[in-house]
């Protein structure tokens, strides 16, 4: 035992299982969503490996037509509404950010643990339809086939219906929390930018999920009562329907990159030692993003026979968003400039964020383009770039802000050698796999194909090569971070020299998070100034 | 794939993005695609060489101390730099892109029209004169040609990636889409909506013939196949009205039950009844599929009321008894 490691820690402070059940602790509940979502991402991640062996040859290989459909269904539906929307905010962001503003918890810590419950009461719903005749739908649920199919549309849909009130409730208590629990000399431009962009994001999950829960409800209405709403069978409109679900899946895509943005802001800070470059830009174009994403859902449809002047305008406005976006990327860059970079995970993971966020960020202008994006939706094309920004983008923020707070969170350091083995796989295997889905998509092939053109066939089959390289980075990573719990080195309070005030505390930090209530003197990325 | 007509291979020919051109939209999307494309690889090389450059320069074993200089952290000059010309430049594409897609909203008043169904699972056409077809859409080159397009079912979508073409197909309105092929061929067309169980072969083709040669083939349409014996016309109509998109020949169960022995054989109902399969039921599951449904298959056959006549039923009728 060291000297740090020998006092007690929230790990160990109270034990036995209700103690973890009935805590009311922001980081065992961070730590128990982290489970959680670690487990829905490997369930996503098998439906993903499975459907993509199917392709590996046009035709028959193992599933029906019907159990591929319902496979991508399952890997959109819990990659979605399982893995990435809760997976930075609900994990990272609930143990990190009462932390990072000095603050003892969350401003609701009940309401808290009751998201907690709700997102797994969600998940047994999703689970549900699993065994019950799967959906078959895609993830997208677009009527009038949702409401005429004969699967399980309604407990998958309920589930994200529920999981949407987990969201709302960490949204919710994320926003209270940053205005009423900021430490003595916290102002707003001394917040980190991971809090920063926490904020823009609790923003969108509080205004934006409601209009998906009504839009579920309004489907499940149609189906068991027979209502006409989507249906044109009954009336209904199904265009509407892509109106009201994207107008909540649109900003989603930004609760999904908007604190993984947040994260790379923190990282390279922290790992180049240096003071973030134009910390004011970074955290407004936050705020920017989060804005104007209320307002770009129609891109989705360009070519669903919505009018050809809202396209026009929704053309427009998905210009206005990629500016925020793309300063970011110059500000990240800068900060590099005469830093002192450490290249351990955490920077490594950065450096692929930018590489793939900016593939992700180009084909989205491509996208973008009325004219372009008549031949390239729907097509292999999107299938890539969504992938590109929410697992070349949020996905591998994600895994940084883990390898970064990771110390913090467990108080173990992991094993430095395999991170970058793993980091290598990974980053081959998904290039691998979804840069060729581009050349796919550009030459024709369209979405959710269970049997395609014969022609296709090389470019499918290195995809599926390229899955399981993805999978054995991540089998790698699975094992030295367990290991470590295990065995690894106790970490030092702060590992990475950062100037954040996760860092000025234990690694693993007491329950009350402080010692002492900090007082907040300076920016927050004063690198250079001696810091007590 | 069944597929027995011969396209022309979009992997094969065009270039390294996209299939070959073949009407008059392909060239302005092409050239969107390759600004944007070299525009993004000039400003991603930039973006890497400074990171790797960064990298490898400040890496903290030859650069131990970080240098935190005031001006090295906030520029505003910088800052506009790097906001200003990309905002003009978006908003270049975004002039350029908005033509063009204007111009494919707007189709010339001189269009012919075609109307275009779509079905799970297959494309029926019909032409002014009133001549229709399944799974082939024929019109003649350098022609300006407009697709009335609607759904009997789910959505659809209709897309021929060499004219760089693509609108959804709606069950409660109508979707319109035009274009003017530039090149004589075989061109794919596929449906790019997911629509269930068939949606990966819900394909059709579309042939570009010279203008005469249009004329000719509307003019004899019809009477196409009269001189053929009914068994081989069957067999053409197995392919050509997409019966083979849900019914295999081979006795391996697809969406609908196999052709293989079906003639003669005892068929269960879902509703308990039971027939054995003779001229009467296979013209009946034809023309009303949803009346009597063997046991372990969805009522999801559309009815072919009013798109065979009664010589194409004949013959498929003869082609059933032959598939044994």
Redesign the interface.
Known sequence: MTDTASTTNYLNSTTGWRSWLFTLDHKRIGLMYLLFIAISFGLGGFFALALRLELIN??KLLF???QY?QMFTLHGAIMTFLFIIPSIPASLGNFILPLQLGAKDVAFPRLNLASLYIYVLGAIFCVYSMVAGAA???WTF?T??SS???TSVISMTMGAFILGFSSIFTGLNFIVTIHKLRPPGMTWFRLPLFVWSLYATAIIQVLATPVLGITIVLLVLERVLGVGIFD??LGG???LFQHFFWFYSHPAVYIMILPAMGIMSEVVSAM??????????IALSSLAIAIISFLVWGHHL????QS?YA??IF??LT?LV??PS??K???W??T????????RAPFLYF?AF??MF??GG?TG??L?????D??L???YFVVAHFHYVMVGGTTIAFLSGLHYWWPKMIGKMYSEFWAFVAWLFIMVGFNMTFFTQF?LG???????????????QP?HAFSTSGTWVLAIGFLIMAFYLIDSIMNGKPAPANPWGATTLEWQTDSPPITENFHDTPVVTTDPY????AKS | MDNKIIHESLIATGNTWFPSQASTFAASVDGMFNFIYYGSIIISLGILVATIYFIWKYRKSVHAKADNHENLTHNTWLELSWTIPPLILVMGIFVVSFKDYLHMAIAPQQATQIKVVGKKWFWAFEYPNGTKTLGELVVPVNTPIQLLMSSDDVLHSFYIPNFRVKRDVIPNRYTKLWFEPTKKGNYQIFCTEYCGDGHSDMLASIRVVSMPEYEKWLATQGSGGDDLPLDELGEKLYTSKACVTCHSIDGSAKVGPTWKGLFGAKRAFVDGSSAVADENYIKESILIPGKHVVVGYGPVMPAYQGLLSDREIDALIEYIKKVK
Not at chain 1, 526 to 529: A, H
Request: aromatic fraction near 16%.
């Open positions: 046009p035709g029906t037509a019907k459909n078959d739908t895609g677009y009038p086939y005429t199919t004969d044109p069978a409109d199904p265009i180049a030692s240096k003071k973030i470059f134009g910390y004011r830009l360009f070519v669903s026979g050809d396209a026009v053309s427009f210009y990629s500016i793309a300063i990327i110059f500000n860059v800068s590099l400039y005469r830093g002192s970079i450490d290249l450096a930018l590489f900016c593939v180009f202008v491509m973008a383009s009325l004219s372009l008549v031949h939706h729907d097509t050349l550009s030459k024709g092939m369209p979405r959710r194909y269970y049997n395609y053109l014969d022609q296709f470019l004063e690198y250079g100034v």
